[in-house]
């Protein structure tokens, strides 16, 4: 991994950190009252942040998907530390998210902010679920939990620059298959990029998708220290899978192809073989 890549890892998890301490619990006991109508989840979001923020989100409903696009002139600072304005508009787009969807009755399943650097070209993506917040905000999950539950990348494209009208992104419905695509992903990712794996094996290629209810994950590891203990790819990616299908459950997931390139074993699963194996 590239000193480039673990410094873009680091930022990104900076930020997680502080948009969760904006969701500390403050549940109540007592009947909700929902000041918030669905149909008007765009309108308001943008509301609140115009009026009380100053920024200027573009907000999309797409089904159960409400997507954030905030443009930024800068995300970075000279020094690659965090633009303060930056991330002042990031904790307020977040604190007003949460105001709306826990005071709406029929809330979305999904959520997704993406923060661009509109002069540089940059788009950071957090993902995540509704519910989710839903749980931390009551004291369900810890923070750190919560932490590892959701979609986070930061991507240097051209395409973003002058972009203030989020064009260049993509926004579509999201479904559990493709979110779970992403955070298994990702989760391989972290065990991968830890310094003792780094330091013994070389991760040459990663990627996972869903598609017509099969979730695939190909995973490409090879030893660079003769001394490193043996890494057996197939089994962590079915640990990662079994640990967030117990979470999220994902029905229309119904079978799996783990593809472990190092020793060239493809294995498909039933959706029950996979829960119930070793």
Not at 32 to 49: A, F, G, H, Q
Not at 149 to 163: K, P, Q, S
Request: aromatic content about 12%.
């Amino acid at each position: 991994m590239t000193k480039s890549k673990r410094y873009l890892k680091k930022l990104v998890e900076h930020v997680l950190v502080v948009f969760f301490l904006l969701c500390l619990p403050a549940c109540s006991p007592s009947k909700p009252k929902y000041t918030y109508n669905r149909k008007n989840i765009e309108t308001s979001l943008v509301n609140i942040c115009g009026k009380e923020f100053n920024v200027k989100p573009v907000v999309r409903e797409a089904g159960d998907t409400i997507w954030v696009y905030v443009p930024l002139n800068k995300i970075l600072t000279e020094k690659k530390t965090f633009d303060n304005d930056a991330n002042t508009k990031m904790r307020q787009i977040f604190t007003a998210l949460k105001r709306v969807i826990l005071s709406m009755e029929k809330r979305p399943k999904f959520y997704a902010f993406v923060f661009s650097d509109i002069k540089t070209g940059a788009d950071l993506y957090y993902i995540g679920t509704v519910l989710d917040i839903m749980k931390v905000d009551a004291g369900m999950i810890s923070l750190s939990e919560w932490q590892e539950r959701e979609v986070f990348t930061f991507l240097l494209t051209t395409e973003a620059i002058g972009d203030a009208l989020g064009k260049h992104i993509t926004m579509p419905e999201m479904e559990m298959g493709n979110f779970l695509a992403y955070l298994i992903k990702q989760n391989l990712e972290r065990k991968l990029t830890d310094k003792e794996m780094v330091k013994n094996f070389k991760t040459n290629d990663l990627y996972s998708y869903y598609a017509d209810g099969r979730l695939s994950v190909i995973l490409d590891v090879t030893p660079v220290n003769k001394t490193a203990v043996s890494f057996n790819a197939g089994d962590e990616i079915k640990k990662s899978i079994r640990r967030f299908l117990k979470i999220y459950d994902a029905p229309e997931i119904n079978s799996f192809e783990i593809n472990d390139i190092a020793h060239k074993n493809a294995v498909f699963y039933s959706r029950k073989a996979l829960l119930e194996g070793n």
